[in-house]
């Protein structure tokens, strides 16, 4: 039977800025809140540093690993973005960017088919990139408007044309990416007809105000969720003419959310640990179903730690430091900054992993969660 989640320490309680895998799970790479990009490996069950790359001059903020070509992109403060590929020798080259930006490259993800990325920024921009084969090099198309200020999440639909995109003027918005120059007109869609690049498809407010930090298109790309700072999570079905659900949660503000199938959505962030959330299509009623990381606790602990307290306070007038750490009952023991699914493709995924401010990286297992969770489902 599957582990409902394993641990991976990796930086010693070093903060995880992001993180990605390549397509069988092999390698996760990591940027520990710093400008460097590690890759490590897994054998024989334990997992290795392997390449560390160095090509940044400040804080990496995005990576993004192409499952089929397996190409590497990352984005950082310094305002650029790199595309890495592994030549002859096994070792991992860069090839820049050209970006065209002057504020920090916030976020990167690749499009489904593999051909081009879409980079955020805080220079109120979406970069989307392609390879000119003519020039040999990866050069950006600008989205501008309407935004008014940086953007911190990007997700692709599965058309491979429309892009969504959270930022901090509270908007949620659908994009169309369609590049003319190596791509086939694209067929209507829900989100609308008229696709010629930098097309705002769809503007979305969750009302109350709020950064919002993560976006994720469902399986289908009819449905688009995003969470706010303001602690909320909203839901909008373009095929009922993009009716919007908001709710407002009672714990701290989520930072990151991912469609699961078309009816279940992962999300996570301030309050350390990862909740399902269900949405009904027919009602287009979005709940809270299920916390995921339920911990087992001594009902004793407390009491044999007090008195521990109080032996050391008359042996050693002090206390020992382990006595004064506070433990949350979750698994991670700061912010969770980001998730990504694993095991397979949106609507087919098989779990997800989680990376926060403690340094660690959980992945989790949908089958072993639906075991150990009652009523708990994932697809």
């Given at each position: 039977?599957?582990?409902?989640?394993?641990?991976i320490?990796?930086?010693?309680s070093?903060?995880?800025?992001?993180?990605?895998?390549n397509?069988?799970m092999?390698?996760?790479?990591?940027?520990?809140?710093s400008?460097?990009?590690?890759i490590?490996?897994?054998?024989?069950?334990?997992?290795?540093?392997?390449t560390?790359?160095?090509?940044h001059?400040?804080?990496?903020?995005?990576?993004?690993?192409?499952?089929?070509?397996?190409?590497?992109?990352?984005c950082?403060a310094?305002r650029n973005?790199?595309?890495?590929?592994?030549?002859?020798?096994?070792?991992?080259?860069p090839?820049?960017?050209?970006?065209?930006?002057?504020?920090?490259a916030?976020?990167v993800?690749w499009?489904?088919?593999?051909q081009?990325?879409a980079v955020?920024?805080?220079a109120?921009?979406?970069s989307v990139?392609y390879f000119?084969?003519?020039q040999?090099?990866?050069?950006?198309k600008h989205?501008?408007?309407p935004i008014?200020?940086?953007?911190l999440?990007?997700?692709?639909?599965?058309?491979?044309?429309?892009?969504?995109?959270?930022?901090?003027?509270?908007?949620?918005?659908?994009f169309?990416?369609?590049?003319?120059?190596?791509?086939e007109?694209?067929?209507?869609?829900v989100w609308?007809?008229?696709?010629t690049?930098?097309?705002?498809?769809?503007?979305?407010?969750?009302?109350?105000?709020g950064?919002?930090?993560?976006?994720?298109?469902?399986p289908?790309?009819?449905?688009?969720?995003w969470?706010?700072h303001?602690?909320?999570?909203?839901?909008?079905?373009?095929?009922h003419e993009?009716?919007m659900?908001?709710?407002?949660?009672?714990?701290?503000s989520?930072?990151?959310?991912?469609f699961?199938?078309?009816?279940?959505?992962?999300?996570?962030g301030h309050?350390?640990m990862?909740?399902l959330?269900?949405?009904?299509?027919?009602?287009?009623?979005?709940?809270?179903?299920?916390k995921?990381?339920?911990?087992?606790q001594?009902?004793s602990a407390?009491?044999?730690?007090?008195?521990?307290?109080?032996?050391?306070l008359?042996?050693?007038?002090?206390v020992e430091?382990?006595?004064?750490?506070?433990k949350?009952?979750?698994?991670?023991?700061n912010?969770?900054?980001?998730s990504r699914?694993?095991g397979?493709a949106r609507?087919s995924?098989?779990?997800?992993s989680?990376?926060?401010?403690?340094g660690?990286?959980?992945?989790?297992?949908?089958?072993?969660?639906?075991?150990?969770?009652?009523?708990?489902r994932f697809?």
């Amino acid at each position: 039977m599957a582990r409902e989640k394993e641990l991976i320490n990796l930086v010693d309680s070093v903060p995880i800025t992001c993180h990605a895998w390549n397509a069988d799970m092999s390698q996760l790479a990591i940027s520990p809140n710093s400008d460097l990009v590690q890759i490590f490996k897994k054998k024989a069950g334990k997992w290795e540093l392997g390449t560390t790359l160095d090509q940044h001059g400040q804080r990496v903020l995005g990576i993004d690993w192409a499952p089929k070509s397996n190409l590497l992109v990352t984005c950082g403060a310094d305002r650029n973005a790199y595309v890495w590929a592994l030549d002859k020798t096994g070792e991992w080259k860069p090839t820049l960017v050209l970006l065209r930006i002057n504020r920090a490259a916030t976020c990167v993800k690749w499009s489904p088919n593999e051909q081009k990325f879409a980079v955020g920024c805080g220079a109120r921009l979406i970069s989307v990139c392609y390879f000119e084969e003519e020039q040999n090099w990866w050069v950006s198309k600008h989205i501008k408007k309407p935004i008014r200020s940086t953007i911190l999440s990007l997700d692709w639909h599965p058309n491979n044309v429309l892009i969504a995109a959270g930022s901090t003027d509270f908007k949620a918005r659908v994009f169309s990416g369609y590049i003319k120059e190596m791509e086939e007109k694209p067929t209507p869609t829900v989100w609308g007809k008229k696709m010629t690049f930098g097309q705002c498809m769809a503007e979305f407010s969750n009302g109350g105000g709020g950064w919002v930090h993560s976006v994720s298109f469902s399986p289908s790309g009819n449905k688009l969720c995003w969470v706010g700072h303001d602690s909320s999570i909203s839901v909008v079905n373009a095929e009922h003419e993009n009716a919007m659900v908001t709710q407002k949660m009672n714990f701290l503000s989520l930072l990151t959310v991912n469609f699961v199938t078309e009816a279940s959505i992962i999300s996570a962030g301030h309050d350390c640990m990862p909740y399902l959330f269900g949405f009904d299509a027919a009602k287009d009623g979005l709940s809270l179903l299920h916390k995921l990381d339920v911990t087992k606790q001594k009902s004793s602990a407390g009491v044999s730690s007090a008195m521990d307290k109080f032996r050391s306070l008359d042996k050693k007038a002090t206390v020992e430091s382990s006595d004064l750490e506070c433990k949350l009952q979750s698994t991670h023991q700061n912010s969770i900054t980001e998730s990504r699914l694993v095991g397979g493709a949106r609507g087919s995924a098989t779990g997800f992993s989680t990376i926060g401010v403690d340094g660690l990286v959980v992945v989790w297992n949908f089958k072993a969660l639906e075991s150990s969770i009652s009523g708990a489902r994932f697809s």
